[in-house]
């Protein structure tokens, strides 16, 4: 079963992002926490921040084991660009571009496993009166 988390429209530049996420890749949850917990970049709370809510998500909406969960992948893709102008020298203008990016997180672990059901034995309404009435006939006679 699979689970996927996205921040979407997050002030960071995607280049800057995708050197943490590729550390966690691959990782169990429980150790990408850690990583992320002591990696000093404004990267690792944001992506930590997704990886919490797609942990959340997986028990929560799917019942999956959070011990077993695994990051399957950690996708930092580019968002639309803020475009801002600055006054230069000589009446020109300097462009200031902000970049934002989409954080998408994608866990793998495995369902628990359910119980299954045990066929009882239906008896229809027929099979009662048929044998309900040979009985009755007896105690007339």
Do not use: Y
């Not at 990051?71 to 462009?95: N, Q, Y």
């Not at 990016?101 to 099979?127: C, D, M, N, Q, Y």
């Amino acid at each position: 079963m699979e689970v996927k988390s996205t921040s979407k429209f997050v002030r960071l530049s995607p280049k800057k992002a995708r050197d943490v996420a590729r550390e966690i890749q691959g990782l169990p949850v429980s150790s990408a926490l850690d990583i992320l917990n002591f990696t000093p970049k404004k990267a690792a709370q944001l992506i930590g921040k997704t990886l919490k809510t797609a942990i959340a998500d997986a028990d929560n909406n799917f019942g999956l084991d959070t011990g077993t969960l695994v990051i399957k992948e950690a996708v930092i893709g580019a968002a639309p660009t803020l475009r801002r102008f600055k006054p230069r020298a000589k009446g020109s203008a300097g462009p200031i571009i902000r970049r934002t990016s989409h954080i998408s997180i994608t866990l793998v672990g495995s369902a628990p496993e359910k119980k299954k059901k045990v066929a009882r034995k239906t008896t229809s309404k027929k099979t009662d009166e048929a044998a309900a009435a040979p009985a009755a006939t007896e105690e007339q006679a």
